[in-house]
């Protein structure tokens, strides 16, 4: 993905992407630009059923979006974990390490990396929304 104004046009894009969302019912974001290119995000998504995205980005827009480092930790309204995409290399068995992705708590599967919107549009549809 290209986005312009580098990292400041990618806070920007987050922004909107989760501004637009219907299913959304509250949402914590906090930026942090590093250099021009660079920057890490963290949010707190709040659902309108209850369920909670917890999410961390650490990006790279010099040649194109690139995630250098990521967590998305998708838990019901309970707080059980429904499924967490993440980089940390404690799986280095999988074909896609250190990328996978856990199903619940125990369950864990090679997964390419991620974006937030794909993830956002899967747990729409987990959702119903």
Do not use: C, W
């Not at 290209?2 to 806070?11: E, S």
């Not at 509250?26 to 995000?41: F, H, M, V």
């Amino acid at each position: 993905m290209k986005v312009r104004g580098g990292i400041a046009g990618y806070f920007e894009h987050i922004a909107s992407l989760l501004a637009f969302s219907r299913s959304i019912q509250s949402q914590d974001i906090r930026t942090e630009k590093r250099t021009p290119t660079e920057g890490y995000l963290r949010g707190d998504v709040l659902f309108k059923d209850g369920s909670r995205l917890h999410f961390r980005e650490l990006v790279s827009t010099d040649l194109g979006v690139q995630l250098v480092s990521y967590a998305y930790q998708y838990m019901g309204e309970d707080g059980t974990l429904i499924f967490r995409y993440d980089d940390t290399d404690h799986f280095l068995n999988l074909p896609t390490a250190p990328h996978h992705k856990h199903l619940g708590e125990k369950d864990v599967i090679a997964s390419k990396p991620p974006d937030l919107q794909s993830v956002l549009k899967e747990i729409e549809v987990i959702i119903g929304a």
